[in-house]
């Protein structure tokens, strides 16, 4: 019998409680753990990061039977699910996903995907955020994360960093047969230089303005996630809170000692 690592498990996502990428978390939970707890938000919520709702109401949806649609942010349906609906039914595992595209680099700041498990990692709850690459006017591979997303997880199920950080794994841009085995990375600069902004004139002539990431091409570092992703293996990352830049720290206070 497959084992199953955990007892109940919370899945969640950015990209919204009708996502595909939802749907194949969910099945991939379920070879995971004896329970799987779906608590996703009721719309899109791509880039909102960290983001927890402290000025509004939550309204929560019940879909099915331990699927439940929340009107807020990823960190939200975290803070629900784990406080709230799943009553003494303590998470042991919360994973984000599966995203639709890639989370690489600097994007992880930005990634609601991440942020859920960032939340879970404040609540006290070991998290995996997972992603599967695609190539702009393709379709998306889910079948690769399908396939490959429950040894990932369960290789890491176990090993002791659960309480400092949480992983952020990405899957390849490749059939699941073709992709290459796991890569421990580095966040790396990933390929996000820039926020765009494009505006447009609605049908009432009254000017809407959209935000656009903007990339680059460059050569990825190497031993970081880009560079993984880009080789057709799996990335897996491990992210922490701690953004401080000891380099610079240690600058200022040289700084500071001689001005003193």
Do not use: Y
Not at 46 to 68: C, D, K, W, Y
Not at 245 to 260: D, F, H, K, P
């Amino acid at each position: 019998m497959t084992q199953k690592p955990f007892r109940h498990v919370l899945v969640t996502n950015d990209d919204g409680i009708d996502a595909p990428g939802l749907a194949v978390m969910a099945e991939v939970a379920a070879q995971v753990a004896e329970t799987v707890w779906v608590v996703a938000p009721a719309q899109d919520q791509s880039g909102v990061s960290h983001a927890i709702s402290l000025h509004a109401p939550l309204r929560v949806h019940q879909r099915a039977e331990r699927v439940f649609a929340v009107s807020g942010t990823p960190g939200d349906c975290v803070a629900m699910g784990a406080r709230h609906l799943m009553g003494d039914a303590s998470p042991d595992m919360v994973l984000s996903g599966v995203n639709r595209g890639a989370n690489l680099g600097r994007e992880t700041v930005f990634s609601g995907t991440v942020g859920a498990a960032m939340t879970a990692l404040l609540l006290g709850m070991p998290a995996m955020a997972l992603s599967q690459a695609f190539t702009k006017g393709s379709p998306v591979k889910w079948d690769t994360a399908a396939t490959l997303a429950p040894d990932v997880i369960r290789r890491f199920a176990d090993t002791g960093w659960a309480r400092d950080c949480c992983l952020n794994i990405n899957f390849p841009d490749v059939a699941a047969g073709q992709a290459g085995g796991v890569e421990l990375t580095r966040q790396g600069a990933g390929s996000i230089d820039d926020v765009g902004v494009v505006t447009m004139q609605d049908p009432r002539d009254i000017s809407a303005h959209w935000l656009q990431l903007r990339r680059n091409s460059r050569d990825a570092e190497a031993g970081s996630e880009t560079a993984a992703i880009r080789a057709g293996r799996i990335s897996v990352t491990p992210l922490q809170f701690e953004r401080t830049n000891r380099e610079v720290l240690a600058a200022l206070q040289a700084g500071a000692a001689t001005i003193g």
